[in-house]
């Protein structure tokens, strides 16, 4: 049963910055896709960023420019590097990967940034 454990979150002020892990239980390219995602409360989850195997990065409008998405395979694990976080970044971020057609989530990590 794939695993995939998120750390990380904390609070901080606006304009501060936090690391996301996510740490996989097996080896991250065999996930065609793993991304992040955010719930803010009493809002629907969204899309952040994702990776593909191929390397390919895509990030939501609402967090280019801000956010980095990165990997390292020897540690099984992916990265969200947040910068100039915004009152509005306060959320529970999930991590998700997926080997079609399964889909694997984490339990989350909540980042709240305080005005």
């Known amino acids: 049963q794939v695993q995939l454990v998120e750390s990380g979150g904390d609070l901080v002020h606006s304009g501060g910055s936090l690391k996301l892990s996510c740490a996989a239980s097996?080896?991250?390219?065999?996930?065609?896709?793993m991304k992040w995602y955010r719930q803010a409360p009493g809002k629907e989850r969204e899309f952040v960023a994702s990776?593909?195997?191929?390397?390919?990065?895509q990030y939501a409008d609402s967090v280019k420019g801000r956010f980095t998405m990165s990997r390292d395979g020897s540690k099984k694990t992916i990265y969200l590097e947040m910068n100039s976080l915004k009152p509005e970044d306060t959320a529970v971020y999930y991590c998700?990967?997926?080997?079609?057609?399964?889909?694997?989530w984490g339990q989350g990590t909540q980042v709240t940034v305080s005005s």
């Open positions: 998700y990967a997926n080997i079609l057609p399964r889909q694997y």
């Open positions: 990776i593909n195997v191929g390397g390919k990065i």
């Open positions: 097996e080896n991250i390219f065999n996930f065609n896709t």
